[in-house]
C-alpha cells in the first residue's frame, strides 16, 4: 500500500511551526558557550536534540510510540546532566 505524500502547503506549514524552536535552541546552544566547556556543550545538544527528533518522530511520522526509547533518551539525557555538574563543579582531573 503506498503511502500518501506530504503536500508541499503542509510541508511548508509545519516548517512554519518548528523554525521558532528551532532558532531559539540555537540561541540558547550558542549562549551556553560562555557557561560551560565545547565538549560539555556538545554533549548536551546531543541529548536534547534526541528527544527533540523523537517528538518529532511521534508526531510527523506518527510512529508508535516506545518505552525503550524513551527510557534510552532519559538515560542520555541523565549522563549528560551528570556529566555537565561533574564538569561545573571541577570535577576530579585536577586534583592530585
Same mark, same amino acid.
Given at each position: 500500500?503506498?503511502?500518501?505524500?506530504?503536500?508541499?502547503?503542509?510541508?511548508?506549514?509545519?516548517?512554519?511551526?518548528?523554525?521558532?524552536?528551532?532558532f531559539t535552541c540555537?540561541?540558547?546552544?550558542?549562549? *551556553?558557550?560562555?557557561?560551560? *566547556?565545547?565538549? *560539555?556543550?556538545t554533549i548536551l545538544?546531543?541529548?536534547?536534540? *534526541?528527544?527533540?527528533?523523537?517528538?518529532?518522530?511521534?508526531?510527523?511520522?506518527?510512529?508508535?510510540?516506545?518505552?525503550? @526509547?524513551?527510557?534510552?533518551?532519559?538515560?542520555?539525557?541523565?549522563?549528560?546532566?551528570?556529566?555537565?555538574?561533574?564538569?561545573f563543579e571541577g570535577?576530579?582531573?585536577?586534583? @592530585?
Open positions: 500500500r503506498a503511502k500518501k505524500r506530504a503536500s508541499r502547503r503542509r510541508v511548508f506549514l509545519l516548517a512554519l511551526s518548528v523554525w521558532p524552536i528551532w540555537l540561541y540558547i546552544y550558542n549562549w *551556553s558557550f560562555l557557561l560551560t *566547556s565545547v565538549m *560539555s556543550n545538544s546531543i541529548g536534547g536534540t *534526541s528527544l527533540f527528533t523523537y517528538f518529532l518522530e511521534l508526531r510527523v511520522m506518527r510512529a508508535s510510540f516506545s518505552w525503550t @526509547k524513551f527510557a534510552a533518551i532519559g538515560f542520555c539525557i541523565l549522563g549528560t546532566s551528570l556529566w555537565c555538574v561533574g564538569n570535577g576530579d582531573d585536577d586534583k @592530585k
